[in-house]
């Protein structure tokens, strides 16, 4: 499913337009990584808890050459899935 989908899924269980519907999940994607970049927990009751994760600086190895590669520390999203979920894709 990609963000077309979604939108006509959402806007057709609702009754929302589309545009309604597409400026809804911009938005609440937007707020999403805002919280993210605060380093704030998105916790969704029932679905999961977005949040964000330091990777340290790492080597790797460059898979053409196999020469040796310094990989950079980065921030990551996360996503943890809440109980609900796991039992939802599992039933």
Known sequence: ???????NVVATETG???TDTKKL???LF??????LKKNEEIR???FGTFYQKKRETTQGRNPQTGAPITIPAAIQA????A???K???NA
């Open 78 to 81: 996360k996503f943890r899935p």
């Open 87 to 89: 039992e939802t894709i």
């Open 16 to 18: 929302f337009t589309k």
């Open 30 to 35: 937007q707020e999403l990584a805002k919280g």
């Open 83 to 85: 109980k609900e979920l």
């Open 1 to 7: 499913m990609n963000t077309t989908d979604l939108i």
């Open 44 to 46: 969704v009751s029932g």
């Open 25 to 27: 999940i911009q938005t």
